[in-house]
């Protein structure tokens, strides 16, 4: 296992993921075209990465099996768990034959540390409370700030 920096040419994974965080619960509520044509889902990925954004993509035998990335959604165009303009809101997913064995974890604990290391004093994201990422995030000490249409918004403090 492999933890890098994830860069421009990873957008396709990071798409890939993305579908993955929407349909996380087995129920396809995005197919790859809706995704693409969906302004508030396609705006975690559009445009990546933009100035001060950052994320981290997980390799196995050099094929990529999960990322996190974290987006910089202004108030005008904000995401799910928008708290102001100056905390990068994170998006996970981790290939389903690679989950359950430390792969999300291990992403998080890397872009908490890629975010301290920038300089940022919180990050976001956005929850659905019945998802078991939930409580993986509580044990990082992400708490609930916010509630937005079905999903909790959680903030960790750095
Ligand atoms: C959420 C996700 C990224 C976690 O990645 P992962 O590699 O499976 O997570 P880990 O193996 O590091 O497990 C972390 C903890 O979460 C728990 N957990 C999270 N999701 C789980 C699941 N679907 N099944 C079982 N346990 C789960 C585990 O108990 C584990 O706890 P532990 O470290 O104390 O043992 C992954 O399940 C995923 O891609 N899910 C679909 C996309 C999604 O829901 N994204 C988040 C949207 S907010």
Redesign the pocket.
């Known amino acids: 296992m492999r933890f890098r920096p994830a860069v421009a040419a990873d957008l396709p994974h990071l798409i890939d993921?993305l579908l993955?965080?929407y349909n996380?619960g087995g129920v396809e509520r995005f197919t790859a075209d809706q995704l693409a044509s969906d302004d508030h889902a396609w705006r975690y990925v559009d445009g990546w990465p933009r100035a001060g954004e950052f994320g981290v993509v997980a390799e196995v035998d050099g094929r990529r099996a999960?990322a996190v990335w974290a987006r910089l959604l202004p108030e005008d165009r904000p995401g799910y768990g928008y708290v102001a303009d100056d905390v990068p809101e994170l998006?996970?997913?981790?290939?389903?034959e690679?989950?359950?064995?430390?792969?999300?974890?291990?992403?998080l604990d890397e872009v908490i540390a890629a975010a301290r290391n920038a300089g940022y004093k919180r990050l976001s994201?956005?929850?659905?409370p019945e998802?078991?990422?939930?409580?993986?995030y509580r044990?990082l000490g992400f708490e609930v700030a916010g509630r937005n249409g079905g999903s909790d918004t959680m903030v960790l403090a750095l």
């Open positions: 993921m993955e965080a996380w999960g998006s996970i997913g981790v290939l389903p690679f989950r359950g064995q430390g792969v999300g974890r291990a992403l994201l956005s929850v659905e998802n078991r990422a939930a409580g993986l044990s």
